[in-house]
Structures are given as C-alpha cells and as structure tokens.
C-alpha cells in the first residue's frame, strides 16, 4: 500500500471531476400541463380513483350529514340592586353568585316558558295540534341558559337549523322572564 501526501498548494488546484449538465429544455409555447396530468392520470388510474375515494369520500359524507346551523342570544344583567355608575359601587362588595346561579334555573321554569309560548303567534313554536306542555318541554331542553364566566350576565341561547323565528323565541323567553323576575 502506497500512501502520497498532497501539499496545499496541490489540493486546492486539483479539480474536482464534474458531472456534464444536460441542457434545459426550452418551454414550448402554448403547452401546458394538461396533458401531463391525463397521461399520469391514464398510467395510474387506479391510485389516482384510490386516492380520490380516501380524501373525496369523508367530505361528502360530512357535507351530506351536516346541515348548517344557526343560533340566536339574549343577554340579561343580573343585579338584585340596581347598579351605580357614577357614585362607589356597594353592589361589588357582596358575592352574588348563588344569586346569578338561581336566576339561571328560573329562567327555564315551566311559567316563564309558557308565557313566552303564548306570546308567540302560532306556528312559531307550538305546532298546530300540539299541547303546551309538549311544545314548553321542547323549548325547555332546547334552550342553553348559563351565566357569562364570572360576570352578572346570563346568556340565553337557541339553536336550529332554521334562521327563521329564532330570534323571536329568544326575545319572548327573555321578556317573559323579565315580567316575572320584576
């Protein structure tokens, strides 16, 4: 075994061997990549109809399955005294948490409910040949009542798949329970 030691100065002058470049191919006018993508698609038709089913597939059946959804929201300050803004605010001092918490659950009360079906013209919320139990147990569970994280607030909600008339529900519940809270 032979082992010869390059100087330097050798080794930077020594050339490196390099690979011939192939010359690019100059874009012809008007071509596109049309018909590269059917040719592709002609060779390998059954991975592209494969690959097609995998991401094609679950987005229809998810378009199919969800409708779009609305929702109407009334929100209620709750205060068992009337609030100051100019003088120092007193209200601040006490909790009034199992307050708000009790004025949540009345809202749903099945007099307030049935005030607020009444009010409403027929059709809206009752159906025709409906009792009003039914149709006040219907809004009942259909509704979300919760309190605004840790403010006075309490959110009244409702959901559909129809726009219309939610937002009439909504006003009647909470005018309804306005009327029995004062």
Do not use: C
Not at 24 to 33: D, E, F, N, Q
Not at 121 to 134: I, L, M, T
């Amino acid at each position: 075994m032979h082992i010869t030691q390059i100087s330097s100065d050798a080794w930077s002058k020594a050339e490196l061997p390099t690979s011939p470049r192939l010359p690019l191919r100059p874009a012809s006018k008007g071509a596109t990549i049309w018909p590269r993508i059917w040719r592709g698609l002609r060779a390998h038709w059954f991975a592209a109809s494969l690959v097609a089913l995998v991401f094609l597939g679950p987005s229809a059946v998810y378009v199919a399955r969800h409708k779009p959804s609305y929702s109407a929201t009334s929100l209620i300050y709750v205060s068992p005294t009337f609030p100051k803004t100019l003088n120092e605010d007193r209200e601040t001092e006490y909790p009034y948490d199992s307050y708000v918490q009790q004025q949540v659950h009345s809202v749903t009360r099945y007099d307030v409910i049935a005030d607020a079906v009444r009010s409403l013209p027929p059709g809206v919320w009752q159906n025709p040949g409906e009792s009003e139990r039914v149709a006040v147990s219907h809004l009942q569970h259909s509704l979300t009542v919760s309190r605004i994280e840790t403010t006075y607030q309490i959110a009244i909600t409702l959901m559909g798949q129809n726009p219309d008339h939610l937002a009439d529900v909504v006003n009647a519940v909470t005018q309804s329970y306005l009327s029995r809270a004062k």
